[in-house]
């Protein structure tokens, strides 16, 4: 447990010091406040290391008031509101902020870490910062997390058809999740971040989905043991955004964590497959091929429906699917224009 604690302070860490490395603009200092989220509280990882991120902020001219929430909901509502200037997110609650970040988590949209990091390559330059503001919230950063997975806590459950009837720990504002679990004939058990992994661990559900990330902190090994598992399909990349009021920062405050987020992709990827090592092999339930193919064509056209009711940006799947045909142009759905 302490291991994985470690590994993602670590992350986060690593990002924050490098950002560390700029120097001061010259000008007068302002105050601003950064919510954030971390399950655990203010004594949590990700807020300790959020901490460390001050005397990075004043270099650049903003003197940050930092404020723990446990309820990531709370954290957006208030920073809607008006009362945070910026707010640390994962990309499923960030999407009401931005529909094209949050559509960087779009059910089997990024199936390998090469094709993320095209993608954070792509939205690094320039030319992509349209893509990231939305009248005033401006997204200043995207952390990768890691691909998710299906934790089983009956591994004989490893089909869709026994899908059907069994309970999934679900976050309830996400309509994209809640739709997928309908689809294959599962419970939705409304959960949120913070309480999803006690629903799994104590057996209130007999399903729950996560990064590997969260495997160690989150205890997600009582819930696998001893008869259950982790599927081995990637059903779609997490990520920590960032997201602030464009209007209360200085001129390229964004594009300064932006940039810093990205030259640090490499060490959040060690630390991801660090994370992913943390679960045993024996641990592991792995897909047949004629299954990954099935799957991927299951996402797809849940996808696809979830981009027509408005919940997908349909400009993040379209550059989501060149990317993926980049990666792999032998993919089906390469020879079909329809996403």
Request: hydrophobic share 40%; aromatic share 8%.
């Amino acid at each position: 447990m302490k291991h994985g604690k470690r590994s993602l302070a670590a992350l986060a860490l690593a990002w924050l010091l490098s950002a560390g490395l700029v120097h001061a603009d010259t000008g007068e200092m302002i105050k601003r406040s950064f919510c954030v989220f971390d399950p655990i509280g203010s004594n949590g990882p990700l807020f300790n290391v959020m901490k460390s991120a001050r005397p990075t902020a004043m270099g650049w001219g903003v003197d940050l008031e930092m404020r723990a929430y446990t309820d990531e909901k709370i954290a957006a509502e208030e920073f809607k509101a008006g009362q945070c200037d910026s707010v640390l997110l994962t990309g499923t609650r960030a999407r009401e902020f931005n529909s094209f970040t949050g559509s960087i988590e779009a059910l089997g949209a990024l199936t390998s870490e090469p094709q993320m990091r095209i993608l954070l390559q792509t939205l690094a330059q320039p030319s992509a910062a349209s893509l990231l503001k939305r009248e005033n919230y401006e997204v200043a950063g995207i952390l990768p997390a890691g691909s998710i997975y299906l934790f089983i806590r009956d591994r004989k459950v490893d089909t869709v058809e026994e899908l059907q009837g069994k309970k999934i720990a679900t976050l309830d504002y996400d309509n994209a999740a809640v739709t997928m679990v309908r689809h294959v004939g599962a419970s939705v058990v409304g959960a949120n971040s913070a309480n999803f992994a006690g629903k799994f661990n104590n057996g209130s559900v007999d399903l729950a989905y996560a990064p590997a990330v969260a495997y160690t902190p989150l205890e997600l090994y009582k819930g696998v043991n001893p008869g259950g598992g982790v599927f081995a399909y990637k059903l779609a990349q997490m990520t920590f955004q960032i997201i602030h009021h464009a209007d209360r920062f200085p001129e390229g405050y964004g594009d300064k964590v932006r940039g810093y987020a990205f030259s640090r992709v490499d060490e959040a990827y060690e630390l991801i497959k660090a994370a992913e090592k943390e679960i045993p092999q024996a641990s592991w339930m792995h897909p047949t091929e004629q299954q990954v193919r099935e799957y991927d064509q299951m996402l797809r056209e849940v996808r696809l429906a979830l981009r027509e009711e408005g919940t997908y940006d349909a400009r993040a799947l379209k550059l989501m699917r060149a990317i993926r045909c980049k990666d792999d142009p032998t993919r089906a759905e390469c020879a079909i224009a329809a996403e």
